[in-house]
């Protein structure tokens, strides 16, 4: 076809219904418009009136684009009407049972060459397309709410869906100016299939009162750059929808990460379902309101209450050279501290902090630092070749290597050197704060602070207390971040913290996906980015970290948690021994060193 389907026919006239009827004419395509009854179409034609006046008021159309698109739709109620279309698209409730009686009937109403696509979020599409005769004209349309704003739509396709039907799809999707993917009929295709599990994982974390909401949140903002953050997407979605489809996702893939957490059913019984209802894992000024309450509901990490106050810190030493030491280095030395940057060699200490003095340079061209502020941080920062310079030290942060053997013998180092009541942070970012911490004489003094690269632009920080670590010192590190502009996010001492626990499972699940032929890594990208308003796909982001540090820290998640679902991709192993590594070896996912 030239012009795909001229005449569209969509059967369910909700919310996402009304936008696709919408889209459809205003492509200038003719839509017949399917609802329940009588009422229930003269609902449908309201709301679109309505919505399309906004949108003139808004400036998106204007008043004689309205007039021609609500001329181009009809309504009704017989499903019989549906048989003038060249495409009918469903979107009624979404219950498998119910869309198999509607494929049916439309199967026996329309002509053979009529294609049916359907709109579910996580129900199978082969299991619809096998209430026809004619699967092979069968397939999801999935549109993302709202659809005038949505840019993405998945095409769907089952293993029997002929391939110029897909082609006729995404030709129509493009044609309403959309940008389709391509899917398999995998369980929640590509967005929802990698979306919800993550939501969920995030769900059952603040379940186990690991870190609190407000801090998984702001984790997940600040540590991805992700538009918003998991808890606070829960509430946007509805809890009740999205145990709705965790369940239809687990019910398809038997995986135990897709399993709902618990505390979904718990809200969902107590009528908390999020902005809708004014209150869900967060509290809202009103029920359908945008705007949070603070704070939040009564839930605090371990030890929260009653806060110790932090001891004062007026010098600050840091062990390593690299990008990370040298980063944190210019936090503290811009905030106003005394900094002692101590590597194995004195020259190696020399060349991390010219290294700094570069970094304050590009500051200074950039417009975001002064001369003289430059000249003053640099002036603080003192490099050294031995431990015994962190003598007077008030907090040591260690960012030395990642292998645990390493650090457990620089803190006991530390122990040797550092005065008493100093406190001594480890960067780790998968390593076990506790195992630092008994490598001294006092692991009380002992917490994680994991700054997230690079530390001069990157705001968070993720506070990591062991069962040891005393009130004072995680409230030094917590005033101390403050101190700095850094947003502090507490949690325990656990594989991955909050930012990797959460994130690593949703980039191996990509890995899985496009290692089962569902979709491949652009198109994975591309839903996850218009889908979600991430600002890089998961294969982007994988490249950049690098395919080995990624293996490492899902090695380690599953190691800690024995969960099947998080065993590491084969793929991503494959590629690892390969030498495929991402952007540092220019080849990973995809082939940089040809861009």
Known sequence: MERPFPTVAVVGLGTMGAGIAVAAARSGRRVIGIELDDAAAVRARTRIEESTARAVARERITARERAA????IGYGHRLAAAAA??????EVPERLELKREVFAELDRLCPPQTVLATGTTALSVTGIAS?????????????FNPVHSMELVEVVRTVLTEPQVAADAAAFARALGKSPV?????????VSGLLFGYLNQAAAMYESTYATGADIDAAMRLGCGLPMGPLALLDLIGVD????????LYERSGDRLHAPAPILGRLVAAGLLGRKTGRGFHRYAAPGSSQPLAPEPERTAPGGAGRAAGRPVRTVGVCGSGTMATGIAEVFAKAGYAVTLVAREQQKADRAKAALARSLDRSVAKGRLTGPDRDAALARVTPGGRLDALAGADLVVEAVAERLAVKREL??????????????????SSLPVIECATATTRPGDVVGMHFFNPAPAMRLVEVVSTVLTSDEARATVLELCTAVRKHPVECGDRAGFIVNALLFPYLNDAVRTVAGHYATVEDVDTAMRLGCGYPMGPFELLDVVGLDVSLTIEQVLHREFREPGLAPAPLLEHLVAAGCLGRKTGRGFRDHARR
Do not use: N, Q, S
């Open 69 to 72: 698109l609500l001329d181009r």
């Open 241 to 248: 929808t999205a145990r709705t489809v965790l369940e239809a």
């Open 182 to 190: 391509a899917a398999g009929d995998r369980p929640g295709f590509v």
């Open 411 to 428: 803190f006991a180092a530390l122990d040797g050197v550092c005065r008493p009541g100093a406190v001594l942070a480890t960067t780790t």
């Open 85 to 90: 279309a060249d495409l009918v698209i469903e």
């Open 131 to 143: 209430a026809t005769g004619r699967p092979e004209r069968v397939l999801g349309l999935h549109f």
